[in-house]
Nanobody, 120 residues
Framework: MQFVESGGGSVQPGGSLRLSCTASGFTLDHNDIGWFRQAPGKEREGVSCINNSNISTYYADSVKGRFIISRDNAKNTVYLQMNNLKPEDTAVYYC??????????????WGQGTQVTVSS
């Protein structure tokens, strides 16, 4: 399974970005998918997850009310709309199937991720 993340960039505090997660060689529609991030010197953490039926979502407390996860199975894509970005959101963002309640999986490979930088 190869996940491909895109949509990152550099924005000022208060700005917005929309990240996209697609899959190479397989379809996402039967999988729960999560967005994870890793800032320099910190452990990878779960940001937001969505279940395969597009009914249930999870958000880390730090992003509640600012980020929105969604999926378009017809396009084989999961999105993360990030609004009101803060400097502490700066990290490399990855997508994969989650472990437990939106926790990063312990095994397997990660994609290249997409860099999000929030600074003035």
């Amino acid at each position: 399974m190869q996940f491909v993340e895109s949509g990152g960039g550099s924005v000022q505090p208060g700005g917005s970005l929309r990240l996209s997660c697609t899959a190479s060689g397989f379809t996402l529609d039967h999988n729960d998918i999560g967005w994870f991030r890793q800032a320099p010197g910190k452990e990878r953490e779960g940001v937001s997850c969505i279940n395969n039926s597009n009914i249930s979502t999870y958000y880390a407390d730090s992003v509640k009310g600012r980020f929105i996860i969604s999926r378009d199975n017809a396009k084989n894509t999961v999105y993360l709309q990030m609004n009101n970005l803060k400097p502490e959101d700066t990290a490399v963002y990855y997508c994969r199937g989650p472990r437990g309640v939106c926790m990063p999986p312990l095994f397997g490979s990660w994609g290249q991720g997409t860099q999000v930088t929030v600074s003035s």
